[in-house]
């Protein structure tokens, strides 16, 4: 089946730092991948999407570029901030009719001023 | 504000009441989910409806769980006997169908409803 993995956290930068935060997945197909990102106390909202092989998604500074051939999506940000300060997972979209997400375990970003 | 809302935020039971969680989508959205999430792991798929039709439930959903959408609008996801296992974040989702000018697979997720089984 789908599935996604993330590096293991947590994560802690200091303020203006390079970020990287790696994904792989394994589907069938060609999925569409996503990273949604949750703020402390909020929902899970969308920061970056990508539907095809080669694609970059980008959003608030931060970018991820699908990545067939190794089968990866890392996220990306050249300079972090407090604000950035969240849980990041990666997603992907299964093909066909069934449109669910299947989700990676997360991430905890702590930026430090 | 016109998101994805649930209720309750919080819900603390005891060891074999049963529970029930309501979720009202994004009005003009036919796709809704559940998904479950615990502490330190990604969001879980449980189910799926498309209008009123439920069209996909997770091996995850065992016999105590129910879901309904009943005229394709709200959901509720019933919990029956609850076990202290159920204790999670619950997440309910909508989504317009997808096609040539809606968004490509992106799901609008509510804030949550948090069940403790004590």
């Known amino acids: 089946g789908n599935s996604v993995t993330q590096m293991e956290g947590p994560v802690t930068l200091s303020e203006e730092a390079f970020l990287t935060i790696n994904c792989t997945y394994t589907a069938t197909g060609y999925p569409s991948l996503f990273w949604y990102v949750q703020y402390p106390g909020e929902g899970l909202q969308l920061l970056l999407k990508?539907?095809?092989?080669?694609d970059k998604g980008s959003n608030k500074g931060f970018e991820a570029t699908y990545r067939k051939e190794t089968t990866s999506f890392h996220l990306e940000k050249g300079s972090v901030q407090v604000s950035d300060s969240a849980v990041y997972f990666c997603?992907?979209?299964?093909?066909?009719?069934?449109?669910?997400?299947?989700f990676g375990k997360g991430i905890t970003l702590s930026v430090r001023p | 504000d016109t998101g994805v809302s649930q209720d309750p935020r919080h819900k603390i039971t005891k060891r074999g009441q049963n529970v029930t969680f309501r979720c009202d989508p994004i009005s003009e959205h036919n796709r809704l989910y559940w998904y479950r999430q615990t502490l330190g792991q990604g969001p879980e798929f449980l189910t799926y409806?498309?209008?009123?039709?439920?069209?996909?439930k997770s091996r995850l959903l065992s016999d105590r769980f129910s879901a309904e959408r009943p005229k394709g609008s709200f959901s509720t996801l019933e919990i029956q006997r609850t076990e202290q296992g159920d204790s999670a974040m619950y997440l309910c989702?909508?989504?317009?169908?997808?096609?040539?000018?809606?968004?490509?697979?992106?799901?609008?997720f509510g804030e949550g409803s948090r069940l403790t089984v004590l």
């Open positions: 409806f498309q209008n009123e039709a439920q069209l996909e």
């Open positions: 997603a992907l979209r299964d093909t066909g009719a069934n449109s669910k997400l299947t």
């Open positions: 989702a909508s989504s317009p169908l997808p096609g040539p000018t809606s968004n490509t697979g992106e799901l609008f």
């Open positions: 990508a539907t095809k092989a080669d």
